[in-house]
């Protein structure tokens, strides 16, 4: 792999060197490169009406979710070229150490949000006899708390690339984080009326902030989000059954983009062990394949926040 890179690199220089004059005209505009779309909606709640002074590119904007992204040679250029550069940090982004150095700027300001959590970044957590290597979980967005920090940091380092603006940048920030901070209450008031604590996810599990930041507990088919993890075993199915079970659930969860299968196998076997109550499968959105057509189509992160906090209502039996 790494190999590879370097002779991408190489290769990459020689394009450079010829055409220096278009990718100087091609690349300029983009000051800020985000690596994913909560990012993407961030910085623009903190630019405001400044939005089109500065250039803001989103890497993931097609729809591939931060676990399969890889960045072509434009995204490559667009990092070695910009004033600020927001990733992730996880297992995901292995790729960005190798193009940070190989494309040193002293002007670029990086943040890495794992970084920025420091110890409060969490470890996905082993479910089942699952054989499980220690990840941070990457699904950083995915509180609201979170959200809260990483937009001062993010506030911050735009005040620095335009100095003269910091103030305005300051002042949307404040005002984008009473938003977050008044649905985090929400979720907040929710999950005390809950009548359970309990969820159960038959999928893949990205949203381990989530859950901790209100004392939540939770039964998922596998304990991380990578997309090697896509059958589950019958073992899996039963524990899930009984859990079901168990707890007197409603609500089966399953993340965007999934097929449902484990959900529906999970009802049916707890049908077959005589389990009588109503079972309904549904959608918690995790954000992590979001375009940024959605986004200029009115999709976003409180939007997504705010509908994801009624299916969790529903699911912890939140009465009014
Ligand atoms: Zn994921």
Redesign the pocket.
């Known amino acids: 792999m790494k190999r590879k890179l370097a002779a991408f690199f190489a290769a990459l220089t020689l394009i450079l060197s010829s055409f220096g004059v278009f990718t100087a005209c091609s690349v300029e505009k983009t000051d800020i490169v985000v690596s994913i779309f909560p990012e993407y909606d961030w910085v623009m709640n903190i630019l405001g009406e400044k939005k089109s002074d500065l250039g803001v590119k989103l890497l993931a904007k097609s729809g591939a ?3 399969n992204f890889q960045p072509k040679s434009d995204d490559i250029l667009a990092i070695a070229k910009c004033k600020l550069f927001i990733y992730v940090g996880g297992e995901s982004d292995e790729w960005v150490d190798e193009v940070l150095a190989e494309n040193p700027n002293s002007d670029r300001i990086t943040i890495n949000l794992l970084e920025v959590l420091g110890e409060n970044a969490k470890i996905e957590e082993p479910v089942g006899d699952e054989d499980h290597e220690e990840e941070y979980d ?2 950083v967005w995915l509180s609201l708390k979170n959200a809260q920090i990483f937009v001062d940091e993010i506030a911050d380092a735009i005040g620095k690339i335009d100095g003269e603006n910091a103030g305005t940048y300051t002042e949307n920030a404040a005002a984008y984080k009473a938003k977050l901070n008044a649905l985090d209450e929400k979720y907040l008031a929710a999950t005390e009326k809950a009548e359970t604590k309990t969820l159960l996810f038959a999928d ?1 599990f ?1 949203f381990r902030y989530l859950v901790d930041d209100y004392g939540l507990s939770y039964f998922a088919a596998f304990s991380g ?1 990578s997309a090697a993890n896509s059958a589950a075993s019958l073992d899996t199915i039963v524990r899930l059954a009984d859990k079901l079970i168990e707890h007197s659930l409603n609500t089966i969860l399953i993340i965007e983009g999934s097929d449902g299968s484990i959900a529906r196998s999970v009802i049916q076997t707890a049908k077959d062990k005589g389990y009588t109550g109503q079972v309904e499968t549904k959608v918690l959105d ?1 954000l ?1 394949a979001a375009t940024i057509k959605e986004y200029e189509s009115g999709r976003n992160y409180l939007a997504v926040m705010e509908s994801n906090l009624s299916v969790l209502s529903a699911a912890l039996k939140v009465s009014d």
């Open positions: 979710d931060l676990h990457e699904h893949r990205p989000c995790s992590q």
